[in-house]
Each structure stands twice: as structure tokens, then as C-alpha cells.
């Protein structure tokens, strides 16, 4: 794996955005948290950055954070086909994809194998999850007796609202046939990552999928199985840890979050200063977690802007 002085050089070399790439006066783009789309008919152009954030807030950009999450979820993409058919046409570069423009669902299917995170502070409160009511007496990160689907919105601004399913179809938000496919497809990707993480020592704890309707047709979309939509926990070190109360090694953005949260960051107000070193260490999980993911290194291929532009203009 890359060391941290490589890294370290390369913490100004990151790719932000399309304003760098300088695309053609008159391109139509929007800008996601962490993805640049070039809007064409029956198509979009997604172009992975390198930002990252978390609590719904960008923070910077994060050396070869969209290289790695295009790759790997092109990986997933190749290892799911038969499942679902998925919204890629062709890989334009390593962080840039030609894809099907759907009509994406109003909806995060949420899919979860355990007790965790924002469902375990429902469950714990008391409340439903997502309109499912567990049994008591279970604890935080236990493993759920069958993956549970906990959707919600998917809000533009702020934090996503936990839905029920009564609530999806009763507002319409998914036709009920749709929501079957849905819920059908969404199980059967989770199985699959499940499946294809155990001889890896590693654990599928929650993921977020997003579905689209592509001539009438159900697809998968977005991203697959990375380590900014789910949470993945070493198999080996669970289940003492489990027993001990305590939390699950895991190979995802918890280290970022957690040194925000100790900064007193927690979404609101300003950003605070993310010294190198905190860089470093989160670009340096990523790494690990491609690397551990799809069980092959990461070799960077480290295009720069120039590079990216002219694909982008290529293929415009
Ligand atoms: N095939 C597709 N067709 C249409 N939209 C898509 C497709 N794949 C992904 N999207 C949308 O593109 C956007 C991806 O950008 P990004 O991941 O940066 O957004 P985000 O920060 O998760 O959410 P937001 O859209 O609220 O900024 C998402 O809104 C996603 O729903
Ligand atoms: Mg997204």
C-alpha cells in the first residue's frame, strides 16, 4: 500500500471539480456533495471527486478518494449484474462514468445486517426503525435475525428522515409494484456483498442503495458497496468485541467522524482546521479499504486535471 509520505504529496493534487477540468462554456452540470454530473439526453457523465464529507457537510478533498470510490463500485457494479441491471454504459477514466440518466426514486433503501448507528438510537429510544418494531433486548451492533430494509428520504438539504414503508406507498412515492422489485433487488445485493466479504474478513453492516426507473425499467444506480454508502466491520474482531460492548473495528469513515465529533464538529457551524496527518489517516483507510475490499492493490493512476478535461471533452 501507498505510504503516508506518499500520500503526503500528494494532499495538493486532489481533483475538485468540474470548474478545474474548465469544460466548455454551456455544459450542463450540477454539482453533487461528492460527484460532478454533466447532464446529457438519456445520459449523464459522472465524474467522482475527490471531496469527502460527512454529516452532510463537504470537508475537502481527500487524495485518490474518487478514484477509489469509481473503481470499486464498478466493481460491484461487474459483480451484481445478474441481479439487477445497473445504470453504467462505459468507464471514461478511473473516477469518470458514462451512465444511463434515470429517473432515481425518491428513496435510500437503507439495508441493514445489524443493530447500528441511527437505527440502534431509534431502537434505543424507543421507537419504530423506519416503521419496524424489534423485539426488546437487543443491543447495540447485534446481529439482526434477517437484513432489515429501513428507507429513507432523500432529502437536498439536511439530514434524511427515516420512512416507513406504509408511508412510501400511501404517499405515492414508489409504486407498489416498483417498491417489490425494490425490496426484492435490495436483499439480494446485500446477500450478495455479504457473500462476497466473508472470505474476506469482512462483515456487509449497512449499506444505502439508490434505484431508478430507465425506460420503465428498475436499475441500480449511483453506487455500490463503498465505503462512503456502507459500513463494513472485520469479521474476526466482532464477535469478541460484541461481547465486550464495544464498538466493531471497521473500515469506514467512523475515524473521520469520530476526530470530528472530538473537535466538536458534529454538521453545524463552521468547519474546523483537519490538520494533514487526520488526511493522511483517512485517505490512507480508504486505501485500506480497497485494497481489502476487492482483496487487489490500489495502483493510482493519479490523472491529472489536464487529463480529466480532456477526457471530459472527449466526451462531450
Ligand atoms: N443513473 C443516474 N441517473 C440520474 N441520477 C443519478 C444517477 N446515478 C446517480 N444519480 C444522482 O446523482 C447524484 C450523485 O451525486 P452525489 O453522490 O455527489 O450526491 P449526494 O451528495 O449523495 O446527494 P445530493 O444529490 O443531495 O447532492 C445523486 O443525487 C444521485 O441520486
Ligand atoms: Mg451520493
Known amino acids: 500500500m501507498l505510504t503516508g ?11 475538485g471539480g468540474f470548474e478545474a477540468a474548465g469544460l466548455p462554456p454551456g455544459t ?17 457523465i459522472i465524474s467522482t471527486t475527490d471531496r469527502i464529507s460527512a454529516f452532510d457537510r463537504v470537508l475537502g478533498e481527500l487524495p485518490f478518494k474518487g478514484e477509489i470510490l469509481n473503481t470499486l463500485s464498478l466493481h460491484w457494479f461487474a459483480l451484481t449484474g445478474d441481479i439487477l441491471p445497473n445504470h453504467i454504459l462505459e468507464s471514461l477514466s478511473p473516477r469518470t462514468v458514462r451512465v444511463r440518466r434515470c429517473r432515481v426514486l425518491p428513496v435510500e433503501v437503507v439495508v441493514r445486517g445489524y443493530l447500528s448507528g441511527s437505527a440502534w438510537r431509534d431502537y434505543e429510544a424507543g421507537r419504530e426503525i423506519s416503521g419496524l418494531r424489534l423485539p426488546p433486548g437487543l443491543k447495540e451492533n447485534q446481529k439482526l435475525p434477517q437484513p432489515l430494509i429501513t428507507p429513507s428520504t432523500k432529502e437536498d438539504q439536511g439530514h434524511d428522515r427515516p420512512l416507513s414503508v406504509e408511508e412510501i406507498l400511501r404517499t405515492g412515492l ?27 474478513n469482512l462483515l ?20 455500490i458497496h463503498t465505503p462512503d454508502s456502507s459500513r463494513f466491520w472485520f ?16 473500515i469506514d469513515k467512523e475515524y473521520l467522524r469520530r476526530w470530528l465529533m472530538e473537535a466538536g464538529f458534529m454538521g453545524n457551524g463552521p468547519v474546523p482546521f483537519i490538520p494533514p496527518e487526520v488526511w493522511i489517516e483517512t485517505a490512507r483507510r480508504y486505501l485500506q479499504a480497497y485494497e481489502l475490499l476487492t482483496g487487489g492493490p490500489f ?9 480529466e478535461a480532456a477526457v471530459l471533452r472527449a466526451a462531450l
Open 5 to 15: 509520505e506518499e500520500i503526503a504529496g500528494e494532499l495538493g493534487r486532489t481533483f
Open 28 to 44: 450542463d452540470w450540477v454539482r453533487g456533495k461528492v460527484r460532478d454530473i454533466i447532464r446529457l439526453p438519456g445520459e449523464l
Open 174 to 200: 414508489v409504486e407498489g409494484k416498483v417498491w417489490a422489485q425494490v425490496e426484492r433487488a435490495a436483499l439480494a445485493l446485500f446477500e450478495r456483498g455479504t457473500r462476497e466479504l466473508a472470505p474476506r
Open 204 to 223: 456487509l453492516a449497512d449499506t444505502k442503495y439508490e434505484f431508478g426507473l430507465y425506460q420503465g425499467e428498475l436499475i441500480l444506480a449511483d453506487e
Open 235 to 250: 469479521a474476526d474482531s466482532y464477535p469478541g468485541l460484541f461481547e465486550a460492548s464495544r464498538p466493531p473495528q471497521g
Open 299 to 307: 495502483i493510482p493512476h493519479g490523472a491529472g486535471k489536464e487529463e
